[in-house]
């Protein structure tokens, strides 16, 4: 009997282990293990083209599943024509003194034309204007109520070395289809395409991509390839997202590709074949960063992430799975390294917990830029973290400060002058004010905070009073004022010894 019931005993304590061990595996092995949206709970695209690499032509078309969550009935859908910014000149997302970086050879024509639209299977009646698509829904579409919007649409990428455009080796294909505008309690917004900073902001999608193109091109893209077969005399790729807020895709006959796993998201470096020993470094730190922040912050949840190496003037560039990395930085170790820790933070800060980027661009860029150092201090040890600080924030700042004033981090993209200023305000000035927090709090309770900030606002879009409750929540103290003052300080910030 004691036996027995010894025995018993031995067996529940040994289910609750068992179960307590599945527990933790899963929690922390899962990359999906966090509640994902309902494919009928967040708008769906389905996009299918072809493109042309002698033209520098696409052809596509669009099926958005689009379900109206906003709590209130709608007149119209706005949709952000992003590549109409490269109609002309003065409207090209390019600042005066990087006009030669953007257009080597000089202007280069790119746009978007839209040939059809249909609403459930109707023509509706639409009008572009700028970079903003406005759909008449005929009436009204109630709360809760579903529509299919289908626009037919021909893109042309100007010979450029940007997100959007072709040079050598590449074609970027980065804000390039017809994307939903968010629509929020200030309403629909349609902002421009600005010439600073990522003048981005959209919502949470799912993806379905079917892409025709020349068989000797290899694709890099948002998601995961799920097929790849010869079809019609072309490559046919089918390509399947998780949520993403946006789908970017660069293609070339050139890449070389290496891979490794973190956890279970397949890494993969894209690289040209003089850069093969970077090419390397290139996955090796994007690997380490996946695993850092994950364990940090919270699980990055897509099964895919693509380090790519562009022609790409302008260093690094966030999509959604997907980064684009200015191929000269392969020729340096560190910098390299650097931004690639950068764009990687993104997939957290842009990614999986969107902001306002013109609203708000520090939102994502300062918290990125300090979650960078988070990564130096953890792999080379505190000494040459705080080297790199100094090196790559903190001097820099103080050098640009010597010349000018960088004014307050917290402004809208519009208030700044140019990138020299943007860069200073928002990405040095922004990470030595979360230095500063640090040095306050802690680290550990900083990085709790980002971690609680995350799950909070996973795959939504958050602003600086989620990011001060989450602080504040943490560490039991209200900063609040504190934060804001340093946000808003037009000055340097009094640094704390
Ligand atoms: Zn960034």
């Known amino acids: 009997m004691k036996k027995r019931q010894l025995f018993f005993i031995s067996l529940i304590v040994i289910i609750l282990l068992f179960a307590l061990g599945c527990y933790f595996f899963f929690s922390s092995r899962q990359p999906g293990r966090e509640a994902l949206p309902s494919v009928n709970d967040i708008p769906r695209y389905e996009i299918e083209g072809e493109f042309f690499p002698d033209s520098g032509v696409f052809s596509g078309k669009e099926m958005v599943y689009y379900k109206n969550n906003e709590g209130e009935p709608l007149k119209e859908l706005f949709f952000h024509i992003y590549p109409n910014a490269f109609n002309k000149k003065e409207t090209a997302p390019f600042t005066a003194e990087e006009f030669e970086l953007a257009y080597p050879e000089g202007f280069s024509w790119g746009?978007?034309?839209?040939?059809?639209?249909?609403?459930?299977?109707?023509?509706?009646?639409?009008?572009?204007?700028?970079?903003?698509?406005?759909?008449?829904?005929?009436?009204?579409?109630?709360?809760?109520?579903?529509?299919?919007?289908?626009?037919e649409f021909k893109i042309k990428l100007p010979k450029s070395p940007g997100r959007f455009g072709y040079f050598k080796d590449t074609y970027n294909f980065g804000n390039w289809y017809p994307i939903l505008c968010v629509y929020d309690k200030e309403g629909w917004h349609k902002d421009p395409y600005y010439k600073i900073g990522d003048p981005f902001y959209s919502d949470i999608a799912y993806y379905n991509f079917t892409l025709y193109a020349p068989s000797e091109y290899i694709l890099a893209t948002t998601g995961e390839i799920v097929e790849q077969k010869e079809e019609r005399g072309k490559k046919k790729w089918v390509v399947k997202t998780g949520p993403v807020r946006d789908f970017a895709f660069v293609m070339s006959k050139e890449f070389k590709i290496k891979e490794a796993?973190?956890?279970?998201?397949?890494?993969?470096?894209?690289?040209?074949?003089?850069?093969?020993?970077?090419?390397?470094?290139?996955?090796?730190?994007?690997?380490?960063?996946?695993?850092?922040?994950?364990?940090?912050?919270?699980?990055?949840?897509?099964?895919?992430?693509?380090?790519?190496?562009?022609?790409?003037?302008?260093?690094?560039?966030?999509?959604?799975?997907?980064?684009?990395?200015?191929?000269?930085?392969?020729?340096?170790?560190?910098?390299?390294?650097?931004?690639?820790?950068?764009?990687?933070?993104?997939?957290?800060?842009?990614?999986?917990?969107?902001?306002?980027?013109?609203?708000?661009?520090?939102?994502?860029?300062?918290?990125?830029?300090?979650?960078?150092?988070?990564?130096?201090?953890?792999?080379?040890?505190?000494?040459?973290?705080?080297?790199?600080?100094?090196?790559?924030?903190?001097?820099?700042?103080?050098?640009?400060?010597?010349?000018?004033?960088?004014?307050?981090?917290?402004?809208?993209?519009?208030?700044?002058?140019?990138?020299?200023?943007?860069d200073a305000a928002v990405y040095k000035k922004g990470a030595i004010m979360l230095k500063e927090l640090e040095k306050r709090i802690s680290k550990p309770k900083m990085i709790k905070a980002l971690n609680v900030y995350y799950h909070r606002n996973f795959l939504r879009n958050s602003t600086v009073e989620e990011f001060i409750r989450a602080i504040n929540d943490t560490t039991g103290t209200d900063f609040r004022e504190l934060i804001f003052k340093m946000l808003r300080e037009e000055k340097e910030l009094n640094l704390a010894a």
């Open 111 to 151: 746009g978007i034309a839209i040939t059809k639209v249909l609403l459930d299977g109707v023509p509706a009646v639409f009008k572009t204007e700028g970079t903003i698509l406005a759909v008449n829904l005929n009436g009204e579409l109630n709360p809760d109520r579903e529509v299919k919007v289908y626009i």
């Open 261 to 422: 796993y973190a956890g279970k998201t397949r890494v993969i470096s894209y690289y040209f074949k003089e850069d093969e020993e970077n090419g390397k470094k290139a996955l090796e730190a994007a690997r380490k960063a996946i695993n850092y922040f994950s364990e940090a912050f919270g699980p990055y949840i897509y099964s895919t992430y693509s380090v790519v190496a562009a022609d790409f003037y302008m260093g690094g560039m966030e999509y959604p799975n997907l980064v684009l990395i200015d191929r000269n930085l392969y020729k340096d170790g560190l910098m390299l390294e650097y931004v690639i820790a950068h764009e990687t933070a993104h997939q957290w800060w842009y990614g999986m917990v969107g902001n306002d980027e013109i609203k708000e661009p520090w939102l994502d860029e300062a918290v990125t830029e300090y979650s960078t150092i988070l990564y130096f201090e953890k792999h080379y040890g505190k000494r040459q973290g705080s080297e790199i600080y100094e090196n790559f924030i903190l001097n820099p700042y103080k050098f640009y400060q010597m010349a000018r004033n960088t004014g307050p981090i917290m402004r809208h993209l519009s208030e700044f002058n140019d990138w020299r200023e943007y």
